[in-house]
């Protein structure tokens, strides 16, 4: 069974401060790994895809399969980043989009 | 440009009440689910469906049952509701692979 585990339920970090949310993925095969992030009451939305390898709001994040891995990064954090985040891995098939438990991430002035 | 919709917005239900809670996709996405997010519990998969027809179980499906008798459509149902049920839920949508899934913006229910 694919399983997606996200060990911070909060982090709280300084403006300006480096930022490492961290994700861990259990899956036997190639999977489709996804960062969403949800703001202050609004639904969830796509923050970035590991396969378009791109940086959105300057975050960044790299599937590593060696440590079955896809940390989300971003070197100087702004107070409007503070949302909940969650990863999420699309086994295909019939196992569908699982998510995380989900990090709250607080951006301190 | 709809995307995901979800009715109702707000329900508050008394214990032993049914209801049912649409979603109704038109991006033509063949697999459709239904979470619940809880304070410090994230996001947990009531059920799912990978196609019209189809539905499976997810993390939670203890008290609910699903329907998907249109592609567009995803119907979570509760037969007996009980406080427990108390939560904010969220239907998605997508294409599967690497498509993005896309979110309804959410259903908060209360059950007294």
């Known amino acids: 069974a694919q399983r997606v585990t996200q060990p911070e339920k909060l982090l709280s970090v300084f403006k300006g401060a480096p930022v490492e949310l961290k994700c861990n993925y259990s899956y036997s095969g190639s999977p489709e790994l996804f960062w969403y992030v949800q703001y202050s009451r609004q639904r969830l939305q796509l923050l970035l895809r590991?396969?378009s390898r791109e940086s959105i709001k300057g975050f960044t994040a790299d599937l590593n399969k060696g440590e079955t891995s896809f940390h989300l990064k971003k070197p100087f954090a702004q107070e409007e980043d503070s949302a909940m985040y969650y990863c999420a891995l699309f086994g295909g098939g019939a196992d569908g989009l699982t998510f995380g438990k989900g990090t709250h991430l607080i951006i301190q002035p | 440009n709809a995307g995901v919709t979800q009715t109702p917005k707000f329900r508050v239900l008394k214990t032993g009440q049914s209801m049912t809670l649409l979603c109704a996709q038109d991006?033509?996405?063949?697999?459709m689910y239904w979470y619940r997010q809880d304070p410090g519990m994230g996001l947990r998969l009531i059920h799912y469906s990978v196609g019209e027809g189809t539905t499976a179980k997810g993390e939670v499906p203890d008290g609910y049952n699903v329907s998907r008798l249109k592609k567009q459509n995803f119907l979570l149902g509760l037969e007996s509701a009980a406080p427990s049920q108390t939560s904010v839920y969220f239907c998605a949508s997508s294409g599967g692979g690497t498509v993005e899934a896309f979110f309804g913006q959410g259903t908060r229910l209360t059950v007294v």
């Open positions: 991006m033509n996405h063949e697999y």
């Open positions: 590991h396969i």
